[in-house]
Every structure is written in structure tokens, then in C-alpha cells.
């Protein structure tokens, strides 16, 4: 019985009979590792989610959802829109909404709900609040929906791993009750102690997958 040969064996096989090839001279070894190399560096595409109940259309184009006064935690959520190479995706647009800090959706209007135009050489950042919990999702979490041209649209949800759900072991209960589907949706969360208040900070680069 033949094996089927390994990864490392098929680029090897490619060198030998010129499919890979390198426009600067190289030797063979160092073309195969920086191949190699490329290929660990690759993005997974972000893990999709259903999109849930408390979708709206039209929401605002706005970064900023927290107001003056709002209660709840002050939150900044930040990141790239990439592709699976690790590029910048132009022309994405970002749909975020999420519950208030007691876990309810606004339903009549638009308050923590935005539609953003994602530069590519920028990103993006929105300043909101953490979400509260509610009975039948009760880890804290930010809907997201992406669209760009040529792009997979993505339905994806960020998660907090400072979230008391997680009881301080996020990859020990992330699954719990089948609430998080992904562990890769769970970020860490970052405290910065600012003058007159405190706020946290979430990095989520969001991975689409070409159409």
C-alpha cells in the first residue's frame, strides 16, 4: 500500500521538477522553508455564526455608539478586515449591533447598532460598551455581518474572555452549553486605566474567504 506523501514531500517533489521556482536565486532548502514559512502565516477565515434575531438594516454610519452618560463599561473594539493572504480587503462594510449593558436590544431604533465603511490601509475602530448578559445567550458578545466585493459575506460574533461565563478558564468552558461555537471568537481583553475612568479594548481582525 502506497503512503500519501506528506506536505513537505509534495513542495519537495514541486522544487525538484521546477512548479516552484523563485525570481531571485535561492537554493532549493531555503526556497522550500520560505514557502513554507508563507504558508503557516496564512489566515484562517473567520469563523461564521448564525446571524440571530436582532438584526436591522440601515443601521447609522457612525463609530461611535457610546454617548455621554451612557452606563455600562466603556469598550473600543478595533481591527483590520483581511484576506486569507494576510492583505487588506478595500470597500468592506461592517455591521455591528449588541445588546445594552442589562442585555436588551433596541428594537425600535438604532442605539448600539452601526454601519461602517472599512478603509484598508486604516481599519477600523468603534468606542462602545461591554453588553450585558441575557437569559438565552448568556456570555457577552458583539454581532458582527461583513460584505466586500469579490469576498464571502461573513456573519461572525466577537466574545470577551474576561466574561464571568468563561469562570476564568476560557479554553476549558468556552464551549459550555454549546453558547460559543468557536474558541477563536473568544479575545482577549485589554484594561487601560485613563484619567477619569477606566475603559478595556478589544483587537478583532476580521479573515474573509474570496467568493
Known amino acids: 500500500m502506497k503512503l500519501k506523501p506528506t506536505r513537505r514531500e ?5 522544487v525538484v521538477r521546477g512548479l516552484l521556482l ?27 455564526v448564525g446571524m440571530g434575531p ?5 443601521a447609522p454610519n ?11 463599561f466603556p469598550l473600543r ?17 461592517l455591521d455591528i449591533w449588541h ?19 472599512v478603509e484598508s490601509a486604516s481599519g477600523y475602530a468603534l468606542e462602545t460598551i461591554l453588553p450585558g448578559h441575557y ?9 458582527c455581518l461583513i460584505t466586500a466585493p469579490g469576498h464571502k459575506t461573513l456573519i461572525t460574533q466577537l466574545y470577551f474572555a474576561t466574561d464571568p461565563w468563561f469562570e476564568g478558564d476560557v479554553n476549558k468552558n468556552y464551549a459550555k452549553r454549546g453558547i460559543v461555537s468557536n474558541r477563536d471568537l473568544v479575545r482577549p481583553v485589554t484594561l487601560y486605566d485613563e484619567p477619569g475612568a477606566a475603559r478595556a479594548a478589544v483587537t478583532f481582525d476580521i479573515v474573509l474567504e474570496k467568493a
Open 99 to 117: 445588546a445594552d449593558h442589562q442585555g436588551r436590544y433596541d428594537l425600535q431604533g438604532y442605539r448600539y447598532r452601526a454601519k461602517l465603511l
Open 135 to 143: 437569559p438565552d445567550r448568556p456570555a457577552q458578545h458583539i454581532h
Open 54 to 58: 436582532f438584526y436591522k438594516k440601515n
Open 22 to 48: 523563485a525570481a531571485a536565486p535561492m537554493s532549493a532548502s531555503r526556497l522550500l522553508a520560505a514557502w513554507q514559512q508563507a504558508q503557516a502565516q496564512a489566515n484562517t477565515p473567520t469563523p461564521t
Open 10 to 14: 509534495m513542495l519537495e517533489n514541486c
Open 62 to 72: 457612525t463609530s461611535t455608539l457610546r454617548q455621554p452618560g451612557d452606563p455600562g
Open 77 to 93: 473594539v478595533s481591527g483590520n478586515v483581511l484576506n486569507t493572504r494576510g492583505e487588506a480587503v478595500s470597500g468592506a462594510r
